[in-house]
């Protein structure tokens, strides 16, 4: 089975832009989490979706903000890019079982200029 | 909200010592899982303990769950430098509509020296 696939891997914005992020899940997995991981607050959660519904998010401002498509891809965008948004952005993709793990994509790292 | 507080942050082991690193959770756990990431690469799922007082083998790492489900242990048997990475703990909590996610511990940077 194909593991879980982020495009793109790396990215150059500046400040003010906004940027996509995409994530291909594992094939039969219906649940979607994107985490933010930057070297001072390490791995921190943004939100999970399930068949196409954000069911959790977490504690960021609502320019971070994410969709699910009916074959369980998803993305994230983050509008007006701040400097403190550079970081690697995760997906990881679960078949949403109780007590089941979560698998993760190589990231997207960006970079805010 | 639930924390997980991960010791130490950084070790640093001459090739064929033992090494450690202890997970304590604020909150008692259906389960805790076990990540290891390389420089340069994502989190690599390792491990999940779902039963108190669990002890799990892979090789030459030993995991273990406590008897409360609040803290964790990884221990590695005569390291490699193949074993240098950050390892990272972290426990699931789940909310309203199933929703689920994992908090992370801060992980322990681990350097091994040849």
């Known amino acids: 089975k194909a593991g879980v696939t982020q495009t793109p891997r790396y990215l150059i914005k500046t400040r003010g832009q906004q940027v996509t992020l995409s994530c291909s899940p594992i094939s039969g997995h219906r649940s979607v989490s994107w985490y933010q991981q930057t070297p001072g607050q390490g791995l921190q959660f943004l939100f999970e979706y399930f068949s196409e519904t954000q069911r959790n998010k977490g504690n960021f401002p609502g320019r971070f903000s994410g969709r699910q498509f009916s074959n369980s891809r998803s993305e994230m965008n983050v509008s007006t890019l701040e400097l403190g948004d550079s970081a690697l952005y995760l997906c990881a993709s679960r078949t949403g079982q109780v007590q089941e793990t979560q698998y993760f994509g190589p990231g997207t790292r960006l970079l805010v200029l | 909200g639930q924390q997980v507080m991960q010791i130490p942050q950084y070790q640093h082991v001459q090739e064929g010592e033992d090494f450690t690193t202890y997970c304590n959770s604020s909150t008692t756990l259906s389960n805790i899982q076990w990540y290891k990431q390389r420089p340069g690469g994502h989190p690599v799922f390792l491990i999940q303990l779902v039963k108190s007082g669990e002890v799990k083998k892979q090789k030459r790492l030993t995991f273990q769950f406590g008897e409360a489900k609040k803290n964790s242990s990884l221990h590695i048997t005569a390291t490699q430098t193949t074993d240098v990475g950050t390892y990272f703990c972290?426990?699931?909590?789940?909310?309203?509509?199933?929703?689920?996610?994992?908090?992370f511990g801060k992980g322990t940077k681990l350097s091994v020296i040849p």
């Open positions: 972290a426990g699931p909590s789940y909310s309203g509509a199933g929703s689920y996610q994992l908090t």
